[in-house]
């Protein structure tokens, strides 16, 4: 069953192969496979598609139809100038671009792609399920505003410090809605587990994002200022301080914080997939009369990530869509929406679900 890896099973014996050997190898492919090449090539996809949206050519030298771009951006980054500041408090300076990637690479280990295995030892497409693992994902998310902060106040730049107090009251004012709208889902489910979730819209005949269209709604907004994109890039906000919390960063540093934000789109969009449209299942997965959406030529955890990934793709796209198409908030704009609508309604949300659920 386990193919070329039963000696390397028989060696450790099962508990170290399946609690400590499995998971390095899936969380290496991961991060080395999965989720580093699709930020490369994101990233290439965004300036493609924003060069159609203005009317213009996109990067188009380097390979064909500029395949190759992003290597050659990975090479001109690893091969820069390392600057610090003088002045700049060193350790904090080297530590926050760390601060924001590593939580959301480790957010992306409870993330179900596909399927869970139908026995032991058979293949699945998430690294691990805990049964706490929505709280697990929010407790990990807020680390990661810690690293804009310090980020900007090691600097020793005015311009970096303003980018850096900015992410701070933004970033904490929709951390508050957003967790507000991913209770809705989980008064549905009955559980925290996040392959649970998806297996409760199996078994309830929809994707919740039908009962809890405002808590969706809410959470993409939400969703969207918390990774500091536009409409909400704020803390960057090139016309007025110049690149916000990263304006003193270079070189490989400077490729973190970009690193950061791109996995933190990807988390934001998987965590909506798996919230509120039903993870790896195929649209209506109750109805008999869409049968042939299962692809059953296909093993079924492939069907599901092809699912998922369909889903995920969709939303990033929007990321995109949303940057060529909409211009910046103003701050006050943005704190309005967050404590004078987006929590009421949140609050709202929960009360009204609640109820609905004692209800029935």
């Not at 969207?224 to 803390?235: G, I, K, M, Q, T």
Request: hydrophobic share 55%; aromatic share 14%; charged share 10%.
């Amino acid at each position: 069953m386990l193919g070329p890896l039963q000696p390397v099973h028989d060696l450790l014996g099962p508990t170290l192969f399946f609690y400590a050997l499995s998971p390095a190898i899936k969380i290496a492919a991961v991060v080395f496979v999965g989720v580093l090449p699709l930020i490369s090539y994101l990233v290439l996809a965004e300036r493609k598609i924003l060069g159609f949206m203005q009317v213009r050519l996109g990067p188009n030298r380097v390979g064909p139809w500029g395949l190759f771009q992003p290597i050659a951006d990975i090479m001109k980054l690893l091969v820069k100038e390392d600057v610090i500041p003088n002045r700049a408090v060193k350790w904090a300076f080297i530590l926050a671009p760390c601060l924001v990637v590593a939580p959301a690479l480790v957010i992306l280990s409870v993330i179900p792609f596909g399927p869970p295995a139908a026995q032991e030892g058979g293949l699945n497409f998430m690294i691990t399920d805990i049964n706490v693992g929505v709280l697990f994902v929010v407790a990990l998310a807020t680390i990661g505003v810690y690293g804009l902060i310090i980020g900007g106040w090691a600097s020793n730049s005015k311009f970096s410090l303003l980018g850096g107090l900015r992410s701070a009251a933004q970033m904490i004012s929709y951390e508050v809605p957003q967790g507000f709208a991913i209770v809705g889902p989980l008064l549905l489910a009955g559980t925290m587990s996040l392959t649970g979730i998806v297996e409760a819209q199996r078994d309830s005949g929809m994707w919740f994002v039908f009962p809890q269209i405002l808590a969706f709604f809410i959470y993409l907004v939400a969703g969207v200022a918390e990774s500091n994109r536009n409409p909400f890039d704020l803390p960057e906000a090139e016309s007025e301080l110049v690149a916000g919390f990263h304006t003193e960063y270079t070189g490989m540093r400077f490729a973190l914080f970009f690193l950061g934000e791109y996995a933190n789109m990807i988390v934001v969009s998987a965590l909506a997939v798996t919230l509120f449209f039903g993870g790896w299942l195929r649209p209506f997965p109750n109805v008999e009369a869409l049968a042939f959406l299962d692809l059953a030529f296909l093993p079924a955890g492939l069907v599901g990530l092809i699912w998922f990934s369909i889903k995920l793709g969709a939303f990033l796209f929007m990321y995109i869509w949303f940057r060529g198409t909409f211009p910046r908030y103003r701050f006050d704009q943005l704190m309005d929406l967050g404590w004078k609508w987006l929590i009421p309604l949140s609050l709202f949300n929960v009360f009204a679900t609640g109820l609905i659920k004692i209800l029935r």
